[in-house]
């Protein structure tokens, strides 16, 4: 779906079902570089489950209008923005990786309207390497390989996937290839400045569940656990064999995971 943000197009993907405000509302949040589809397996499911899905794409990726924002604060400050230019009162988010930190900001920011929060991919600061910084700067192909290296657990680097004949890792620097290029230096650099992640912790009413990868070497899943203790309700879930993708390397598993709190 589409719709205006600032006068901005916004894009959307609603995992097939028209947008019902007397339903409850999902946002689901993408990572730095990615899109709106990474979330496809789940968006389908939740929208087909009762509730509204916004898997949103952030500006400056997918097919919502540029440029891409700086930084955290300003993502979770658009998402909110989102979800009041279609009337959404109350409703529930879901982030991975880059967009976990947006998530938490914005539950933070939002209050008693947000009912629910998922981290997916989480940690409380996400430092990024230099190397890969600079290369996503300036560009180069070397920050999308850099990262998709990094990006799944060893089952899917060696061709785990529940769809035969998909390489995970192929698809997912597909993925990477269509955003644009300067799209992914501004998402690292809003990733490696981002410090109010204890500060947002302690301001989130709602239950929060830290869903995150037993083999996530890009946000290794023993920060993340730890960091669950800064929020008054929240509980970690580890996904076996799943990377910082788990999305894609464990869909039915990150869809049950999340089903318990959206």
Known sequence: MEFSVGGARVFAGSGGRAFEPSLPTVALLHGAGMNHTIWAAQARALAHHGRNVLALDFPGHGASAGPPLSSIEKLADWVLSCLQALGAARFRLAGHSMGSL???????????????LA?????????????????????????AELMVGWSFGRHGLTGGNPAPGLFLPQGALALLEQSPPASLGVDLAACDAYRNAEAAARRVQCPVLLLLGEDDRMTPSAKGAAFARNFSQARVKILPEAGHMMMVEQPSLSLDSLKTIL
């Open 102 to 116: 947006t998530a938490l900001e914005a539950a933070a920011r939002a209050g008693a309207s947000c009912e629910a």
């Open 119 to 143: 981290l997916l991919g989480f940690v409380p600061e996400m430092r990024v390497h230099p190397d890969l910084l600079k290369a996503a700067r300036a560009g180069e192909h070397l920050a």
